[in-house]
């Protein structure tokens, strides 16, 4: 498992303090409902552009993506969100049976089957020599594209830094506004 830590600047964050007086409660407050909103966001943004770079629908992507409530330890405050890289199983991806093996999208398996596994679920298989058995279940590797991905497209980038200031200053004016 590997973990990503992202740090953001306070320096903005202090100014905006200052500009509309906010106590430091109104930006604790701020800072956990930013992040809540921000998990939620890199899920969204994670689907479409995962989606998009590995070829896989977003339907299978968004069961792998799950963020966690915001926890609070001293003056830390953090959200976690989860993303499933194991191998993604063929029949997520809406396999067909074709004459030469199973094609799902643009990928195809020759020699490929689809069968009924144990536990009365389908899979799709390939034999592993010529014999009956041995037969291996087939995946779809997507962990090294998709690190790449993220690390390079969605965190640390100025959209991501825009996104996480606009939703936090929008939510500071909100709490000083409501106290007058």
């Known amino acids: 498992m590997s973990f990503i830590d992202l740090e953001i600047h306070a320096d903005r964050m202090n100014q905006l303090q200052l500009d509309l007086q906010a106590t430091d409660t109104e930006v604790r407050q ?53 993303y499933g890289l194991d191998p993604i199983d063929y029949m997520d991806l809406s396999p067909r049976q074709t004459n030469t093996g199973v094609s799902a999208g643009r990928r195809r398996v020759p020699g490929a089957f689809i069968a009924q596994a144990r536990g009365a679920n389908r899979k799709v ?40 200031l606009t939703v936090f200053e929008r939510e500071l004016e909100w709490r000083t506004q409501k106290r007058k």
Request: proline share 2%.
């Open 30 to 82: 701020a800072l956990r409902s930013t992040l809540g909103k921000m998990g939620r966001w890199l899920r969204t943004q994670s689907a479409r552009g995962l989606s998009r770079e590995l070829d896989i629908k977003q339907k299978a992507l968004r069961r792998r993506l799950k963020s966690f409530r915001v926890k609070t330890k001293g003056n830390k405050t953090e959200i976690t969100v989860w």
């Open 125 to 164: 298989f390939k034999r592993v020599g010529k014999e009956r058995l041995p037969i291996e279940k087939q995946t779809v590797p997507i962990q090294d594209k998709a690190n790449v991905w993220i690390e390079d497209e969605l965190l640390g980038t100025a959209a991501f830094d825009k996104r996480f």
